[in-house]
């Protein structure tokens, strides 16, 4: 389905696969990207080495285009060590009770410093950068554009959309109440920035045609299948962005526990939690989530991500699902496990059959 | 557009105006009916004998299929008395802040009784019954077939949908988080009945895949024209419901404070209260909302909405849309006040044109 926006990136498929940072290896983003649509690194938590190492990986695997996703943070943090050290008590009580042998321990750093990932992004140079949680400088869109690198910036609202075409975004992904994982709205409180597709859409579309360029929209929240895809070109969009769809991919890094709780999801059930991060994202109402404890509750992105990391990389381990951070949109039991490839394929499909059986 | 949805209702349009309760009188309602869509009477809040009259009113300039709507309520209602005191004094207090001359009074009940309401809806017999806030029992189900009246009822959730199913509904309303109005959800709390359409929809059409009979699925929220239209139709609704759309209709009568209003509403704005009816609802956020006070905030419905609606109805005669209950969609700003009729056949035109720019 060639546009303007799969021509000018050079893909075949109006399909990109989210930047879920974590659970987005690069046999992950080599397979879509091979398969036609756009694979992206979620390179939120990587140390900027380690951006260049799975960007070397993705090149070694693919020559067709990819994203590098990044979540824009200051480069320094200051935690409240009285908090900390209580949220860390309550944290270990939990773990304890839970029977995970598992304790927080204090971190070297609450999370890799943001202006050398980015410093790296350059260097790794992926065909787009992808951007949540605030707008990039005019210094680095320069930065940028020097490397003919595609910028699409995220937004929950209509202003956000706004400040990422003012700010010089190549497009646009809205990402809608629907959707799995970290909000990114950073010009609103969370709760305000809760804006379903059905609406957004149709908005950012009247808002971006004030603009004297084109400024594509990626739609992104609750499409699993075809005829989300193609819903959401008839509202408007170049492209459609899938995260949880690709969860249950075998590529995907995501835990095992977490894969097979998808199915089971029900819609009442995936909520916006700020207890594993600090920062609002969504998913599964799990045991972890019920039994969080105040002191946590209280911390900010990244002190609190950085203090749960370790407890879920041990709850992956143990299969404990219920103590994971289980991200998930709220169609997620939709999911249907099978390799990227042929989700891809099978995608593009049932776009092309909803539309041909669409009475003219 | 026809398709067996539209067939078995005898209407031309796979498009239902819905039942705002306090504004779709009789000439909205009947004029959505005669331009091919399925008008309906928001009855909620009317007495028996009042839903008599307007029932024979739309009876009056249409004979075209239409519904009426209710609320499913208990009969009678216990109130804090001194709950509802503390109430009194604060919004007193508040209003008089405001300037506007006006004082609570203790009415003489809660709400019309519902069982009376439902009576004469039988007796008024229209085409089509709407209920929403739980779901009818066995008895009124039989009430209403013996009637042939088409039962739709509202859901908020999967499970809401199947609650309805079983329950005997020919159709089911599915209510996205992108609604306006009160919330229907019945079976969870409001804040986990928020499911955007673009996961709501495909998430129920597999549920209701399992039923032996078919229940079509109507789409709400958000959809604010054509193209919406044509989406939740991909996304298997067999028609759409806009509520929002329709208030700017010079038929409606919505304040004309809070008409003026809807298009300049930002989307992070339109937000879930409880303050005005004591059970959410989306609207916006204006200075009522803001300086709710707190003892009004903690009473149930329908006995804040009791206490409420004469400062509303005061809030609208003296112009002021910031005191008012101003219900609306995330998409508000994209109304078009036009009549009714005309609505109706625009939105029908832009569907269709839609439809015909897909490329094959």
Redesign the interface.
């Known amino acids: 389905?060639s546009s303007p926006f799969t021509r000018r990136l050079d893909i075949e498929h109006p399909l990109i696969q989210a930047p879920m940072s974590g659970s987005t290896p690069p046999s992950l983003v080599a397979a879509v990207s091979n398969a036609g649509g756009l694979g992206s690194l979620g390179a939120g938590y990587l140390e900027p080495q380690a951006i260049l190492d799975q960007a070397a990986q993705i090149r070694a695997l693919s020559d067709r285009p990819y994203a590098i996703g990044l979540f824009i943070l200051p480069d320094a943090f200051e935690a409240d060590l009285e908090a900390v050290a209580k949220a860390r008590e309550q944290l270990d009580a939990l773990m304890a009770r839970e029977g995970l042998g598992v304790r927080t321990s204090m971190p070297a750093q609450w999370a890799p410093r943001y202006s050398d990932q980015f410093a790296a992004l350059c260097e790794a140079r992926p065909a787009v950068a992808m951007f949540a949680f605030g707008v990039i400088t005019p210094a680095q869109l320069r930065e940028l554009k020097q490397r003919d690198i595609y910028v699409i910036g995220t937004a929950t609202?209509?202003?956000e959309a706004r400040a990422w075409a003012d700010g010089g975004a190549d497009a646009v992904s809205l990402q809608?109440?629907?959707a799995g994982g970290h909000r990114s709205t950073f010009?609103?409180d969370a709760?305000?920035?809760?804006?379903?597709?059905?609406?957004?859409l149709?908005?950012a579309v009247?808002a971006m045609a004030a603009y004297s360029r084109d400024v594509p929209l990626i739609a992104a929240?609750?499409?699993?299948?075809g005829?989300?895809v193609?819903?959401?070109?008839?509202?408007?969009a170049a492209a459609s962005q899938l995260g949880t769809a690709f969860l249950t991919c075998p590529e995907c890094s995501a835990a095992e526990a977490w894969k097979q709780d998808l199915p089971r999801v029900?819609?009442?059930?995936v909520?916006t939690i700020r207890g594993f991060s600090g920062r609002a994202a969504r998913g599964l109402r799990n045991r972890f989530v019920e039994a969080m404890p105040s002191a946590a509750q209280g911390l900010p992105y990244p002190i609190l991500n950085a203090l749960t990391a370790p407890l879920r990389r041990a709850a992956a381990a143990a299969g404990r699902g219920d103590l994971l951070s289980e991200w998930c949109?709220?169609?997620a039991?939709?999911v249907r496990p099978q390799p990227a490839a042929e989700l891809v394929a099978r995608l593009m499909y049932e776009y092309r059959l909803?539309?041909?059986t669409?009475?003219?």
């Open positions: 389905m609202t209509v202003d809608g109440a629907e010009l609103h709760e305000d920035g809760m804006i379903g597709l059905f609406a957004l149709p908005l009247r929240g609750g499409i699993m299948d005829r989300g193609l819903a959401a070109e008839i509202l408007g029900e819609d009442y059930q909520t949109g709220q169609a039991s939709l909803a539309k041909r669409l009475e003219p």
